[in-house]
């Protein structure tokens, strides 16, 4: 059953549901952290509007800085800006920015622990028709092995929204993962957000599997979670918005009630959500787990739907890993 | 006036003097770390530590101060030495260059030394460090002034063109970058690993003001810094053109003395040849 607590969207399950992606959000915090703090500045590299830092760009035209298509300057820049007191975004497409500039972000935000926020959208198989070039898989994996580095994944546009206000007024490096494509705000403005604070999302009584998920897949979870209620599975969803710190707690009692575990994630299963989630639980209490996710695969152009049947990440692929998972009990 | 400010440069000449001999020092104890390019740069840091920075060693945060981004990180010994000597931190610390549990790493890390004022190392990224620096200080309408020193073997890093782009088309003028055109890294002749001349009608083209001084002539880098402030409309680069391992002699214009610290027999010549200007005057 969905957990009362967290106040989800009375729409939820509903075709009609309203969808935004995640990075429309984003773009709402940005404008909003903008007016709380005069510090807050944006950089962009050339795909402004795409990330949606239109808005703060044309609300603080003194505040937005235009990179042009150079993400090591932008991730510099941005350390040098926050080494004088700023507090900037820098904003660009996950594969690029921390792809491309990872070791600017390494040895300039991460070791140099300046307060830097890295917003990577177009995260995901889901950015769809633009191929594999387009589509971050490795982001995850590869901002968290950094120290000091937070990770913030939100399952829909108004997480993101406070997940945007949140990382302004955190001191430190974090990461701010964004999709492209519309999915349902199935959240509400109640929805508890709490940066390292993992939410229950679903439980029903004597559940058999944890369903760990994050970004806009953890929908899907809630969805499978719904069906395999009907087939007599119960489950626990866990909307596990902060990849880094990791909430250790929540994760390890879900998998000691449940003694199953799947994660779910729009990323490559190693070195993710996946990962993380299985390092926790070999050193606190091994579980059997399955991992949905990319499969140490690339993706290719496609529709948003298409890409996440073809690679293993829809609904029906999380209800058949639960399956397969509680057999291991 | 004119006595006063000839005893001036003859200070700073013989301070860039005890700099070469502590470098020399601070490496062997080290065993490891750049000799040719830190004593090469040493009348840069003399003139920056002495006279051009307005900074103060007591008050290292204090908001008004000038910044100095060194990019070429691995510079770092004649910086640390520089700021001993400025008051900083004490000439004994810095015997723990390099060695566990030190503020002075081999590469500096921001925050761990007061007076540091980024992180640096891997090369290429300095001058965009400094551009953050520089876009803050006119935010918030600050008259201090952003110097970076950047070696030439760095050039070669695309994050430096990227850099210098975006200062020249912000027209950022309150950054001075001090570019030690030394014409060594570390596999051999920067003309011959990867050419990099015309360097100055690069910068030019992408709409810098260049000067260009003798490296070692202490009186014309302070010009050329104060030449710098008058320029309005642009960032300044002053490509200095300096001698690697400058003051020793067998170290000079040698690129195996890139990476490599001064053996004990090599420190012992060499700090002889600082000593007695190679020669030119009695041991003390």
């Keep these: 059953m969905i957990n009362p607590e967290v106040k989800l969207s009375p729409e939820i399950f509903k075709p009609e549901i309203k969808q935004e992606p995640t990075r429309f959000g984003f773009g709402e915090g940005l404008i909003i952290a903008g007016e709380a703090d005069p510090n807050v500045v944006v950089l962009c590299a050339d795909i402004t509007s795409s990330t949606r830092c239109d808005g703060f760009r044309d609300r603080f035209p003194e505040r937005f800085f235009e990179m042009g298509i150079a993400e090591q300057n932008m991730a510099v820049v941005a350390a040098g800006l926050a080494l004088s007191g700023k507090i900037p975004f820098i904003s660009s497409y996950a594969t690029f920015s921390p792809g491309r500039n990872w070791e600017q972000i390494r040895s300039f935000i991460a070791y140099g622990n300046t307060n830097v926020n890295i917003v990577g959208a177009h995260a995901g198989i889901s950015t769809g028709p633009d191929g594999a070039t387009h589509q971050a898989t490795e982001d995850l994996a590869l901002m968290r092995v950094l120290p000091n580095m937070r990770i913030f994944i939100p399952c829909d546009s108004l997480e993101a929204k406070k997940a945007t206000i949140a990382a302004a007024k955190i001191w430190g490096p974090d990461y701010l993962r964004l999709t492209r494509e519309k999915t349902p705000v199935f959240t509400t403005d109640q929805t508890p957000f709490i940066p390292g604070r993992a939410e229950i999302f679903w439980e029903a009584s004597k559940p058999q599997c944890a369903i760990i998920g994050c970004g806009p897949l953890v929908n899907n979870a809630l969805l499978a979670a719904k069906d395999l209620a009907e087939e007599g599975i119960n489950t626990i969803v866990v909307n596990n918005h902060t990849l880094k710190p990791m909430d250790e707690k929540t994760i390890i009692d879900v998998a000691k009630k449940c003694r199953a575990v799947v994660t779910v994630e729009e990323h490559q299963v190693t070195g993710g959500l996946g990962g993380a989630v299985a390092e926790i639980l070999a050193k606190n209490c091994p579980t059997p787990m399955e991992f949905v996710g990319m499969q140490d695969t690339f993706g290719e152009s496609g529709n948003m739907n298409e890409l996440i049947e073809k690679y293993g990440m829809g609904t029906g692929a999380i209800k058949e890993a639960v399956k397969k998972v509680v057999k291991k009990r | ?284």
């Design chain 2, 1 to 284: 006036m004119a006595e006063s400010y000839d005893k001036k440069v003859k200070f700073l000449e013989e301070m860039a003097n005890k700099i070469r001999q502590k470098i020399i020092e601070t490496l062997l104890e080290a065993g490891s770390g750049h000799s040719a390019a830190t004593l090469g740069s040493a009348d840069i840091f003399t003139a920056l530590y002495f006279h051009i920075l307005n900074h103060d060693p007591r008050k290292p945060d204090w908001p008004d101060r000038d910044r100095l981004v060194l990019s070429c990180g691995h510079y770092c010994p004649v910086q640390y030495v520089a700021m001993a000597y400025a008051g900083y931190f004490p000439l004994e610390e810095l015997k723990t260059l390099r060695k566990i549990n030190s503020r002075l790493q081999g590469h500096p890390h921001y925050g761990v030394l007061p007076g540091i004022e980024a992180t640096s190392g891997p090369l290429g990224s300095g001058l965009s460090q400094a551009i953050g620096m520089a876009l803050a200080a006119r935010m918030d309408k600050k008259k201090h002034r952003i110097y970076c020193v950047t070696s030439d073997g760095e050039q070669d890093e695309g994050n430096v063109w990227e850099a210098v782009m975006f200062a020249g088309k912000n027209r950022l003028s309150n950054i001075t970058a001090i570019l030690d055109r030394n014409n060594i890294q570390i596999d051999g002749y920067t003309e011959n690993v990867m050419p990099l001349e015309p360097l100055r009608a690069k910068y030019e083209a992408f709409n810098w003001h260049v000067l260009e001084v003798d490296g070692h002539n202490i009186e014309a880098i302070i010009d050329a810094a104060n030449e710098a402030k008058s320029i309005y409309e642009k960032p300044t680069l002053i490509i200095a053109h300096t001698i690697p391992g400058k003051g020793v002699e067998f170290m000079e214009c040698e690129f195996k003395y890139h990476g490599v610290p001064p053996t004990k027999d090599e420190a012992a010549l060499a700090l002889q040849e600082l000593r007695t200007l190679c020669g030119k005057i009695e041991e003390d």
